[in-house]
Every structure is written in structure tokens, then in C-alpha cells.
């Protein structure tokens, strides 16, 4: 009777054990970083420059719909500024966690 109580409660363990285990994430997919998300929004683009292309700073907040709000575009290009302004205000990004309201800073470099 001892070794069958025993072996009911190591059997409970090994069964409590398997299902911590166990990735009850596997079906979803993880989000893309911030980073690569506002890259593919301006991946599109019909500027014709040079190999290395332009580059600007943007400076821009989530505000409570996880929206993106240019705050700044750095850029010595006016048009560069003015496409980029366009494409990413109120994009809505994918993220787990976020805080509404904090500045973020990207570097930006668009090529042909």
C-alpha cells in the first residue's frame, strides 16, 4: 500500500511537471521589433538617390492605440521628411508592452 502511494504521488509530479513544461505560446506568432516594423512601412518608396541613399533621425512617441506620432524627422532632405511624416503618423505597431507618451529615436536610411 506504501509503494503505491509513493508511486501515485510521483506519478502526479511527473504529470504537474510536463504540463509547466509545456509552450502554450507555440501558436502565436512573436511581434516584430519596433525597428523592423517602421522599416517595412517605408520600404516602398520611389526616391531615386545614390547607392548609400539618405538618412534622418526621427523622433516620435506611441500614443494610448499603440499609434505612432512623429514627433521630429532630422533629415536634410525636406521631401525625405515629408514622405516619412506621411507614411508613419498614426501606423498602428504591434507591440506586447509599451508606455503611452515615451520618446523613441530612430535612425532611418532610405535607399533607392
Request: cysteine-free; overall charge negative.
Amino acid at each position: 500500500m506504501k509503494k503505491l502511494s509513493i508511486t501515485l504521488i510521483a506519478a502526479m509530479l511527473f504529470a504537474t511537471g510536463s504540463i509547466f513544461a509545456n509552450d502554450f505560446t507555440k501558436g502565436k506568432e512573436p511581434a516584430k521589433s519596433l525597428s523592423a516594423q517602421i522599416g517595412a512601412m517605408l520600404k516602398q518608396n520611389s526616391f531615386s538617390f545614390d547607392e548609400d541613399g539618405k538618412t534622418a533621425e526621427v523622433v516620435f512617441i506611441l500614443n494610448n492605440e499603440k499609434e505612432i506620432v512623429v514627433l521630429s524627422v532630422n533629415g536634410a532632405d525636406d521631401s525625405l521628411d515629408t514622405f516619412i511624416k506621411g507614411r508613419l503618423n498614426y501606423q498602428e505597431v504591434e507591440m506586447d508592452t509599451f508606455e503611452p507618451g515615451k520618446k523613441y529615436a530612430v535612425q532611418v536610411r532610405i535607399t533607392a
